[in-house]
């Protein structure tokens, strides 16, 4: 099993990254998908998730209206669009595969995004 995070980077306040993560050696369609983060000195959070039927989303407060995420499992890839970056949503983003029913639970390795001037 590998999830490949790709796309972080330093960035502007205001400007916009689009995070990407490669799936491989499971059934990607059939996880629930989802994005974390986790800044220096706190906790991971969750920033967005996707769910496996009818691709419903959901999000964190801090970060609803500015970051989309969305899945296509023709290419067992997930993408977090992030647009008007503020310096707090500075932090590594991982990507988490989760399905229920069998307890199993992937994460990847993490990409950095800064958001700085």
């Known amino acids: 099993v590998q999830l490949v995070e790709s796309g972080g980077g330093l960035v502007q306040p205001g400007g916009s990254l689009r995070l990407s993560c490669a799936a491989s050696?499971?059934?990607?369609?059939?996880?629930?998908m989802s994005w974390y983060r986790q800044a220096p000195g706190k906790e991971r959070e969750l920033v967005a998730r996707?769910?496996?039927?009818?691709?419903?989303?959901n999000y964190a407060d801090s970060v609803k209206g500015r970051l989309t995420i969305s899945r296509d499992n023709t290419k067992n890839t997930l993408y977090l669009q992030m647009n008007s970056l503020k310096p707090e949503d500075t932090a590594v983003y991982y990507c988490?595969?989760?399905?229920?029913?069998?307890?199993?639970?992937?994460w990847g390795q993490g990409t950095q995004v800064t958001v700085s001037s």
């Open positions: 988490n595969a989760a399905r229920r029913r069998t307890n199993n639970n992937y």
């Open positions: 050696g499971f059934t990607f369609s059939i996880y629930d």
């Open positions: 996707i769910t496996r039927v009818g691709g419903i989303t």
